[in-house]
């Protein structure tokens, strides 16, 4: 088993609480409003966006994927910031393991938020995974980061 890691990051006009609840803590609500690739986000196992529960991504029908299961291994509501773990789906394969990842959304002294996203692949096997295979996840990420801090500015009383 092999391990590759990335860091990204993307600098947002909105807060850092209003951001992390969006794409965090209130995704299941968000998300779905701001995307057409994401039908819905539920909560399958535990409690809602809390230590140890189990977030189900599902996507429209005819997609290139069905769904994702995330678990969230640990999550500040104070600071910010969530560990999760992709632990099933399709986009695994039989070549991945699991999906690390760690998001930390941090104020930024001119207003707005820098959110930092590191993410880890963990690879099955001899199998080695280059940089190719995952640049369309990032661009999904500063897309899907994008659409939502244009969402919020557009709508001021969402995610106070």
Excluded at 2 to 25: D, H, Y
Excluded at 43 to 52: A, I, K, M, P, W
Excluded at 77 to 85: A, G, I, Q, V
Aim: hydrophobic share 30%; aromatic share 8%; with cysteine.
């Amino acid at each position: 088993m092999g391990v590759k890691g990335f860091f990204q990051e993307v600098k947002t006009k909105v807060s850092p609480s209003r951001m992390f609840k969006a794409l965090i803590t209130e995704s299941h609500d968000v998300i779905p409003k701001i995307t057409t690739s994401i039908k819905s986000i539920e909560t399958v196992e535990g409690d809602r966006v809390t230590s140890g529960c189990i977030m189900q991504t599902n996507f429209p029908e005819g997609a290139q994927l069905k769904y994702l299961k995330h678990r969230i291994d640990a999550i500040d509501t104070e600071k910010y910031s969530c560990k999760y773990t992709l632990v099933e789906g399709d986009v695994l394969g039989d070549k991945l393991e699991k999906i690390c990842y760690e998001t930390e959304f941090e104020a930024c002294e001119e207003g707005g938020c820098n959110i930092k996203m590191t993410s880890e692949y963990h690879t099955k096997g001899d199998f080695v995974i280059n940089d190719d295979e995952i640049k369309a996840g990032k661009e999904q990420a500063m897309e899907l980061c994008k659409s939502c801090e244009e969402y919020l500015i557009a709508n001021p009383n969402i995610c106070v």
